[in-house]
């Protein structure tokens, strides 16, 4: 279990960033004890998103990967098929947010989609 309350405020916003970038959003019910926040959907691309709030700037690999363990545990526990990615959305305390994939055994810093999108 991870400690603290949920980050409901990050959620809500990473929903709306997500909304915002063309993505499909599944809000899940706020009783539901799921070990993801909500689901996206890019086309055929569906991922479980798992939200982190941090009071301190550190969004290189390797600190998000000792910083947000246990969120990172918590999905490489999920049993998913190769269809289905996971993804760890870290919100800092510049109200910025950083994606990254969450593979078995690495983590990859994801582009957003703002960034990107230059049509």
Request: charged share 30%.
């Amino acid at each position: 279990m991870t400690r603290g309350y949920r980050p409901v405020i990050a959620i809500g916003e990473a929903k709306q960033k997500a909304l915002a970038w063309g993505l499909l959003v599944f809000t899940l019910e706020p009783g539901d004890n799921l070990p993801f926040h909500f689901v996206i959907c890019n086309r055929e691309c569906i991922s479980l998103v798992r939200v982190r709030r941090l009071k301190y700037p550190g969004y290189d690999v390797a600190a998000i990967g000792h910083s947000c363990r246990n969120e990172i545990e918590i999905l490489r526990a999920l049993p998913v098929t190769r269809e289905i990615f996971r993804e760890l959305w870290v919100r800092g305390p510049d109200r910025e947010w950083y994606r990254y994939l969450v593979l078995p055994g690495s983590l990859e810093l994801l582009e957003n989609r703002d960034e990107t999108d230059n049509d």
